[in-house]
């Protein structure tokens, strides 16, 4: 895939900022995935290869590697992952973005919110934000969300953002989640 579409570098919703994630998000992102693989019922629905490659979270290094390669991705495509901002408290609370998977034509939505502020609509609003930009930039029909069968959270978010299950096309790159493609938006009715 070629780099044809670029994002803006910052969105705003009524509740959050989400601006391109850059090497100064280290810190931030690396308390993120402490958090999130401190809860086993999070935990449990990641993806088979980041539990076995340790059962807890990233290292500094691995986090550190992981966002080289959002920036390399964001120079690439022009889009990529966000750094989500909750604009009440200005705290780093998560990310979100699109990820393309080479050399399949897909582009995953990828949403990851702090424990602490789950369960308040953060994810549905910031996947919103990507959804509705890629619907904009013709790439909505290459959208998809790869979740554990069993993430009931992570299922209501996708049906929340249009996405419905695709079970005749799984990736290679999917392993043990179900893949969910967005679903396309009826064209209006001639008047």
Same mark, same amino acid.
């Given at each position: ?25 280290? /810190?931030?992102?690396?308390?993120? @995935? $402490? ?6 019922? +999070?935990?449990?629905?990641? &993806? =088979? ?66 424990? /602490?502020?789950?369960?308040?609509? @953060? $994810? ?6 990507? +959804?509705?930009?890629?619907? &904009? =930039? ?54």
């Amino acid at each position: 895939m070629e780099a044809v579409h670029t994002s803006p570098i910052a969105f705003s919703t009524p509740r959050l900022e989400l601006r391109r994630m850059v090497h100064a998000d280290l /810190d931030h992102l690396a308390e993120l @995935y $402490a958090e999130v693989y401190a809860v086993p019922s +999070v935990r449990r629905f990641l &993806r =088979a290869e980041a539990l076995a490659a340790g059962a807890g979270a990233p290292s500094l290094d691995g986090t550190r590697a992981q966002l080289a390669a959002i920036e390399r991705h964001w120079g690439t495509y022009g889009f990529g992952h966000s750094a989500v901002i909750e604009r009440a408290t200005g705290d780093f609370i998560g990310r979100v973005g699109l990820q393309v998977h080479e050399p399949w034509d897909d582009i995953e939505l990828d949403v990851v919110i702090a424990p /602490d502020r789950q369960r308040r609509g @953060y $994810a549905t609003e910031a996947g919103r934000v990507w +959804v509705d930009w890629a619907r &904009r =930039a013709g790439l909505a029909e290459r959208l998809v969300a790869v979740i554990h069968p069993r993430h009931e959270a992570a299922l209501r978010t996708a049906r929340a953002l249009g996405f419905l299950p695709d079970p005749g096309s799984p990736p290679a790159w999917a392993g043990d989640r179900t893949v969910h493609r967005l679903a396309r938006v009826p064209e209006a009715a001639g008047c």
